[in-house]
């Protein structure tokens, strides 16, 4: 067991201080450093992240770890700089990447055509050091959707129109970055970790968050899914900071709720939060 925890943790350490090197990360911080923007102080916090991240290490069921926001900081980098701007209000949290979707992207939900047709972002993705063989990084070549991605982002192209309008007032991000794969190649929540390892993780995460809250100056974190509510309720309390948390239902198909129609029930909740107003380009 003990060998099994040394090697994925020195995977994690081996990969992220590779790959990140090979993505443009000093000349990120260099840039950060002169710039106050929403979008420097957001990529700031996140590679302070990634940075404590690679000290941890997880034992089984994990066998594999992916950290988009190192082998895909190009494509990530992309979308923040693009999209991440003064004046959004309303922040919405997920919890971590889909094996189909920031995994393979960078972007949060980020099935690759709503990435590519509407979000219209571009970019390198490379490769994590220890790829599982039936969990291959393709990164805007991948041919899998992700539901739940497709659901979310075609709800908002739906919705405004030209994705302009919806990050005028909103961005999106995720609590953790990584993902995390049994040897099968299942794919491993944060919940199912083992409870100490789980907790060191999102520790680290909650304390990014409160960053990023801080950075965008929002207003409304508005969790994807009940773990990521519940978790960002949590976070911010403890640092008190005073930011609105409210959820919606997230869209995975493994949800059966979402599968009997999920675009009628997060439209009705961002009505509710005053949101739904800002985002019809009706």
């Known amino acids: 067991m003990s060998d099994e925890n040394s090697t994925v943790g020195e995977t994690l350490h081996r990969g992220d201080g590779e790959t990140h090197q090979g ?14 923007t929403p979008s ?3 990529l700031r916090a996140e590679l302070e992240l990634n940075a404590h991240l690679r000290r941890l290490s997880f034992s089984e069921p994990v066998r594999y770890i992916y950290n988009p926001l190192e082998y895909a900081w190009e494509t990530h980098r992309c979308y923040v700089e693009k999209y991440c701007q003064p004046g959004q209000r309303f922040l919405f949290l997920g919890m971590n990447p889909g094996p189909f979707g920031m995994a393979q992207t960078g972007v949060p ?4 055509r709503s990435v590519v047709d509407w979000l219209k972002i571009t970019g390198e993705v490379g490769h994590p050091d220890d790829e599982h063989p039936k969990r291959r990084i393709t990164g805007l070549a991948c041919t899998q959707s992700e539901v739940s991605g497709a659901r979310f982002w075609g709800f908002f192209k739906k919705l405004c129109g030209e994705p302009e309008l919806f990050f005028q007032h909103c961005f999106v991000h995720n609590l953790c970055p990584l993902i995390f794969m049994s040897a099968s190649g299942k794919n491993l929540t944060p919940p ?3 409870a100490a390892e789980r907790e060191a993780l999102l ?3 909650d304390i990014a968050l409160c960053q990023v809250v801080e950075a965008l100056n929002v207003s409304m974190v508005i969790g994807v899914g009940k773990v990521a509510e519940q978790r ?3 976070a911010l309390s403890a640092a008190s900071i005073n930011v609105r948390v409210e959820g919606i239902m997230h869209p995975s198909p493994r ?8 675009e009628d029930v997060a439209k009705a909740k961002l009505a509710e939060l005053g949101v739904l107003s800002l985002l ?3």
């Open 255 to 262: 949800n059966p709720q979402a599968n009997k129609g999920w």
């Open 280 to 282: 019809n380009n009706s």
């Open 232 to 234: 960002a309720r949590r």
């Open 203 to 205: 520790a680290l995460c």
């Open 109 to 112: 939900f980020g099935e690759v």
């Open 23 to 36: 993505r443009g990360k000093p000349k990120q911080q260099d840039s950060g450093a002169l710039d106050g």
């Open 192 to 194: 199912e970790l083992p």
């Open 40 to 42: 420097s102080r957001f």
